[in-house]
């Protein structure tokens, strides 16, 4: 027990002695580095330059720097020799890779023109069929009474534009006959003028508009002065039936939705478009419907309609396409496959999209300057489509670009200008 007391004892005061010591050692160090290295002799300079500029490295991982030949520690590849034979200037950012062709051939190094041409492209997303809302009408009720003769009694059934769908029995319709035939009696304007232009049967005229009567049944009430019992109610449009509402002897209100007839003739489909494709997306283009139900036909079809927001959930916005169906194969609710055709952007500068290097915010691609002299080159793209990339910037045409292996020689630039940045802060 004694001992161990002792011994902490002991290591305390060790503690307390090296403190100093080394609070010593930092002052004599710091002394020695303020000191003239003007006379320091000139080959010990030139030997860092050499360090600096004959080095072997690791062609995967460039932070392994070596000053002799032989394998990487990491990966086991064998060190390359790093020899800046291209000295570039401090000033200069992007060094210029040289390479002979024997290691052209072996990096299998490919090379194209840069060129003007056409992009185009086909979105291909999917939808789903819907009623074209335009051609869907709402037979309504303009006053209230009890449904009598009712002619259509099904959902589905087609309907020509002007058959008679029901008659209503109304008394309102009654009162307002008796005071328009009243006022034709009591006219003085003219017995000789058109019904349609005595004046003082105006307001009742229009009151029996308002109640939704034919001009020819308003006409035949004020040539034979007789009272009809029911307003007839006839189909807008052509179509097929697609709400009924209404059943015998109902009492019905003004307002009240008695028939839904959509023409069928043409639909809607509504497509998902994703962020990047908006630039594609105009009004007008053509496009193409194809249905895994029915395989082997095709609609021709065109974007009527874009919405003006995207869904916060699925990040796409809705395009609305007219598909003209004269056939009626479309039904509503029908998953459909999309094929938008878009316009062509043409004389632009294109490239192939292998040659284009994405590094984060960075785009770049290799030019080649010829004599094995390669430099990276930032560029900034455009649409792309069918492996073709637009260039707005950093390019011209006619320059000569890599399109295979130019990853590696982008890692040798990256590395030289670690070299030139090692050597500016040293020198």
């Not at 840069?114 to 939808?127: A, D, E, F, P, R």
């Not at 009527?304 to 007219?322: C, F, G, H, M």
Request: net charge positive; proline share 5%.
């Amino acid at each position: 027990m004694y001992k161990n007391i002792i011994i902490k004892c002991f290591r305390i005061n060790i503690l307390f002695i090296s403190i100093p010591v080394l609070l010593l050692l930092l002052t004599a160090c710091d002394k020695d580095t303020t000191q003239d290295t003007s006379n320091l002799e000139p080959h010990s300079i030139e030997q860092d330059h050499k360090h600096v500029e004959s080095s072997y490295v690791c062609p995967m991982h460039a932070q392994i720097i070596s000053t002799e030949a032989g394998t990487c520690p990491i990966c086991g590849m064998s060190l390359v020799k790093q020899t800046n034979a291209h000295k570039p200037a401090l000033s200069e950012k992007i060094p210029v890779v040289e390479l002979t062709p024997e290691i052209i051939q072996t990096l299998g190094i490919r090379t194209e023109t840069v060129k003007k041409g056409s992009l185009s492209k086909t979105i291909k997303t999917v939808g789903y069929v819907s009623y074209n809302k335009h051609r869907v009408k709402l037979v309504r009720s303009h006053t209230s009474g009890w449904v009598e003769n009712l002619v259509f009694r099904n959902e589905g059934q087609s309907v020509k534009k002007g058959n008679l769908m029901l008659e209503l029995y109304s008394p309102e319709f009654l009162a307002v006959q008796e005071q328009f035939i009243k006022a034709q009696k009591s006219d003085k304007s003219d017995i000789l003028k058109k019904y349609g232009q005595r004046v003082e049967s105006r307001p009742t005229r229009d009151y029996l508009r308002y109640l939704n009567v034919s001009e020819s049944l308003i006409n035949e009430i004020a040539r034979t002065g007789k009272s009809k019992y029911r307003i007839p109610v006839y189909a807008p449009q052509y179509g097929v039936l697609v709400r009924h509402n209404v059943h015998k002897h109902q009492f019905i209100t003004p307002g009240y939705i008695m028939f839904v007839i959509a023409d069928t003739s043409s639909v809607w489909v509504e497509a998902d478009i994703y962020e990047h494709q908006l630039p594609w997306i105009r009004r007008g283009l053509s496009a193409q419907i194809e249905l895994q139900a029915l395989p082997g036909k095709k609609w021709p079809a065109r974007v009527n309609y874009i919405y003006p927001e995207l869904d916060p959930q699925s990040r796409t916005l809705k395009v609305r396409l007219l598909v003209s169906t004269p056939d009626g194969l479309l039904k509503p609710n029908m998953f459909a496959q999309v094929k938008i055709i878009t316009d062509p952007v043409k004389d632009t500068l294109i490239i192939p999209r292998e040659a284009l290097i994405v590094t984060g915010e960075r785009q770049s691609v290799i030019r080649n300057l010829g004599n094995g002299r390669f430099q990276p080159v930032d560029v900034r793209t455009g649409l792309n489509s069918g492996g073709q990339v637009e260039i707005l910037s950093g390019l011209q045409e006619g320059d000569k670009i890599v399109t295979s292996g130019q990853f590696l020689i982008d890692s040798e630039a990256n590395l030289q200008a670690s070299f030139q940045r090692l050597n500016s802060s040293h020198e």
